[in-house]
């Protein structure tokens, strides 16, 4: 078996407390565009560099100085239409729109409730389809949320929905908190669909592996584990793709996806931020070569 594996920085810049210059993030995408061959095929690696707004106010300078590769995706994070139109006067080919299982979190995150932002992101694919550009949905919280509890698996079911009939051609489900378990995810529907987990508690490669016995073919991960959310106090970050790619290769799962690279590319970013390795893959083998 073989999976796409998605290495995406943004998480962690865009959280991140150090103002991030675009010229630091166009050495972090030229490191992770060194890690794969890019040569792909649907059964094999895709390495997706995430290009988002918020703190980003220079995103339009990422897209324009970093060389965008053939098989590599770089999505925008669009918040409105407004948004969308930065992205397309930027250069952008492939759009991403983020809701919320939760109504709390989508309140705290977008400041809209669920339906709101449904209503936005219907004008905002609209948009995109006309342009011809490819567009990714996220659905955040999709197992608990620390204010909600427990989110209903067909609220998760009912934005996946909307999102994939407004024409997004793939729908990630993102346990934003980390506290889902491989129990849990079973009742989540998945078809069209990519996972996202974060590993505040440990459960995501755990919930990765099951996500790949279920028959899940996209992963979102982190360079080193960056990341974290605002919104949703004590969350760490994306789980760390050096470590989903160590995995999937001790899984036999061919990945396309250089090791040794990507953990360069996660070596640079982290000092850079003057934080931690965030990947246990990395760290262990810096100790076995140093």
Known sequence: MAVPSMATPIPGIRNAVKPIH???RWSLEIFLGSTTTLSFNPQQSVLSGYVGTAKLADAKEVLKGIQ???????????????GFEAAIAAGAKEIAVFASASESFSKSNINCTIEQSLVRYRDV???????GLTIRGYVSRVIGCPVEGAIDPSKVAYVAKELYNMGCSEISLGDTTGVGTPAVMAFVPLDKIAVHFHDTYGQALANILVSLQMGINVVDSSVSGL??????????????TEDVVYMLHGLGIKTNVDLNKLME???????????????KTATALRKLTT
């Open 227 to 240: 990341g974290g959310c605002p919104y949703a106090k004590g969350a760490t970050g994306n789980v760390a």
């Open 68 to 82: 965008q590769e053939p098989g590599v995706q770089y999505p925008v994070l669009i918040p409105n239409l407004r």
């Open 22 to 24: 675009h010229v630091m």
């Open 265 to 279: 590319a996660g070596d640079y970013i982290s000092k850079e931020l003057g934080r931690p390795l965030g990947s």
């Open 125 to 131: 694919t609209a948009a995109a389809m006309k342009h």
